[in-house]
């Protein structure tokens, strides 16, 4: 399918996601990767804070209001809670978290998991995995919508962690 996958490996796309387990026979897989110059352990509190906004173009999915550049002291999420807000709305739930490891949302009948792989001490990997049953023509648009806003997203996620993990003010 057109733009169903940016960053990732064929073993990272073999691989089993929690929302797999949500959605039997989806017509969407959509897959996402970057690699993260910081260990899980800083990469994690940013994919938590994701239930505070989108980390995307925030210009066009937070209503022009910016995603928040430094880390909140956030508790652990937990299935049930919400899972994004945009605009100042809460968007979706949360259907599945392992802390440190994974958090599996749902939004507008799609289910996604981001999922966080230790390399070495140094370094990660951020994988998020969209899958969704609909029909044909919506899972191509909602494919390539999620391509161009999430890739911003994990980039976002990549450049707040490594900086944020370098002492630096991420700005």
Request: charged content about 25%; proline content about 6%; overall charge positive.
């Amino acid at each position: 399918m057109i733009g169903d996958r940016w960053g990732v490996s064929d073993d990272e796309i073999a691989r089993p996601y929690p929302c797999d387990d949500f959605v039997t026979s989806p017509t969407l897989r959509a897959w996402r990767g970057v690699s993260i110059e910081a260990p899980a352990e800083a990469v994690w509190p940013w994919v938590v804070q994701l239930r505070l906004a989108p980390y995307s173009y925030d210009w066009i999915d937070n209503l022009g209001r910016r995603s928040p550049r430094e880390l909140r002291d956030l508790p652990e999420p937990q299935a049930g809670d919400k899972f994004t807000a945009a605009g100042g709305r809460e968007l979706g739930r949360i259907v599945s978290v392992a802390s440190g490891e994974q958090l599996t949302g749902a939004i507008m009948g799609a289910f996604m998991s981001y999922v966080v792989v230790p390399r070495d001490r140094d370094t990660s990997r951020l994988l998020l995995k969209v899958v969704m049953r609909t029909n044909r023509l919506v899972a191509v648009g909602v494919s390539v919508g999620d391509l161009v806003m999430a890739r911003r997203q994990l980039l976002n996620f990549k450049r707040l962690a490594e900086r944020h993990r370098s002492g630096h003010s991420p700005g």
